[in-house]
């Protein structure tokens, strides 16, 4: 990024930081090899989120405006698709939610580019230790999210863009990668080490009519998708759910465009069904269905134990909730910050 020129107005940063968690906890985890119904819990939920501004997830190739339905566009960089609908795929939604997960519990870091002795006293990076996260003495996002040689107990599936639903064009503004190196004062506390975990503020959209299109998912549009679990203890389902937006603390923000205002994406809808004990055991095994007010009074109790028991950090959990709670107040930069 090229020097301000004198007299040029200070740009706020459209982001900020959530403090590493000062320890990681590491708690004996069940395996795979069986469900434990009575003491854990087992099921899906299925979810329906709102865009509250455009959605970009791009394929990184570049498409005829005619070939994906704009005639009008020369050129457009398309949304991603799955046999020809727009989808946002589980392993981007698996990964937003991880990342939250990592930044409001006592888990390690599993991706990151930073020189350990970077990272401040108890952060500890999940690759390359001789010693950490094993398949039965696991980090809770370890434990949620799987690793290296560990199976994930939490599975997303794809979003699909609901029924009746179509794409638009939005004409993004250039951004830079992320420059840390290149930026010390903001990145760096007063001891040299990073801050914290980044996450981009929600603020209006800004968009440069100069630029070619990309295909977003509007405002006002909804995706449907599936989460999967398995043998979760309640507070580590807490975890999960506070960390999907489940409670309306926080709102999530997902693929291209994040720094400019893309990428809202607000929990609208829910159902979450859970496995019973005799699920294996009876022809007609029934499942347990919360929706709406038992839904909200579920996630409440579960977002509880998992506070009590200290694998939801109430302080990361607020520092975080200051940045994704949704707003339109704030404005997305229209040049260089």
Do not use: W
Request: aromatic share 8%.
């Amino acid at each position: 990024m090229s020097p301000r020129p004198p007299g040029d107005e200070f740009v706020p940063k459209p982001y900020n930081f959530v403090p590493f968690p000062q320890k990681v906890e590491r708690f004996r985890v069940p395996g795979h090899e069986r469900l434990d119904l009575a003491d854990h819990y087992s099921g899906r939920l299925t979810y329906r989120l709102q865009a509250l501004t455009p959605v970009f997830v791009g394929t990184g190739t570049y498409a005829l405006g005619e070939d994906v339905g704009f005639p009008r566009a020369l050129v457009v960089r398309p949304f991603y698709r799955v046999r020809g609908e727009p989808t946002i795929p589980g392993s981007s939604l698996k990964g937003v939610v991880r990342s939250i997960v990592e930044a409001v519990s006592p888990s390690c870091v599993t991706v990151t580019r930073i020189a350990p002795h970077k990272l401040p006293p108890g952060v500890e990076l999940a690759q390359g230790r001789r010693r950490g996260c094993s398949p039965t003495q696991a980090c809770p996002a370890c434990n949620l999210f799987g690793r290296v040689s560990q199976s994930a107990k939490v599975h997303f599936s794809d979003a699909h863009l609901a029924e009746g639903g179509k794409t638009a064009l939005f004409r993004l503004t250039p951004l830079f990668a992320p420059r840390a190196f290149r930026s010390p004062p903001v990145y760096l506390n007063d001891e040299g080490k990073f801050k914290g975990r980044k996450f981009y503020y929600h603020s209006r959209p800004a968009e440069d009519s100069r630029q070619p299109p990309v295909e977003v998912i509007p405002k006002g549009r909804q995706v449907t998708g599936e989460v999967t679990f398995e043998n979760l203890r309640m507070a580590e389902l807490g975890l999960l759910l506070f960390a999907l937006g489940l409670d309306g603390t926080l709102t999530l923000k997902l693929g291209g465009g994040k720094p400019v205002g893309l990428g809202s994406l607000r929990t609208v809808g829910a159902t979450l069904a859970l496995l019973e004990a005799d699920h294996y055991t009876q022809a007609e095994a029934q499942e347990r269905t919360y929706r709406g007010k038992a839904l909200a009074d579920f996630v409440g109790q579960a977002i509880d134990a998992a506070l009590s028991e200290g694998i939801l950090l109430r302080e990361q959990a607020l520092e975080l909730a200051e940045i994704l709670t949704f707003t339109q107040d704030r404005s997305a930069p229209l040049r260089s910050y």
